[in-house]
């Protein structure tokens, strides 16, 4: 089984930056795009972010964009999300996901979720 965790959320006033990490364990290969979607309480999950499985290409949600750059480490089986400039309605649980291969825009095409990271952003 591949298991998905999440790290580096917390509080962060406005204006400051956060790095979340996602670490995959278990029975895993290069050959996976990974999203960021977050989650605020009474809200839809978003997306924020995505990266397929060579780094080369990557995809940001219009809210982020110019803000947040996401990375991967391949040899590390790692993801990263930079956020800077943060804003009180970045607020959310953020969550790592993964897929087979090819970079996606939609929540209902990963099938491998972790249990996500609190952001707060105050102001």
């Known amino acids: 089984q591949v298991q998905l965790v999440e790290s580096g959320g917390g509080l962060v006033q406005a204006g400051g930056s956060l790095r979340l990490s996602c670490a995959a364990s278990g029975r895993t290969s290069t050959n996976h795009a990974m999203g960021w979607f977050r989650q605020a309480p009474g809200k839809e999950r978003e997306f924020v972010a995505a990266?397929?499985?060579?780094?080369?290409?990557?995809g940001y949600a219009d809210s982020v964009k110019g803000r947040f750059t996401i990375s991967r480490d391949n040899a590390k089986n790692t993801v990263h999300l930079q956020m800077n400039r943060l804003k009180p309605e970045d607020t959310a649980v953020y969550y790592c996901?993964?897929?087979?291969?090819?970079?996606?825009?939609?929540?209902?095409?990963?099938?491998?979720w972790g249990q996500g990271t609190q952001v707060t952003v105050s102001s």
């Open positions: 990266v397929d499985w060579s780094g080369a290409y990557t």
């Open positions: 996901a993964a897929k087979f291969h090819s970079l996606s825009y939609y929540p209902y095409e990963y099938n491998k």
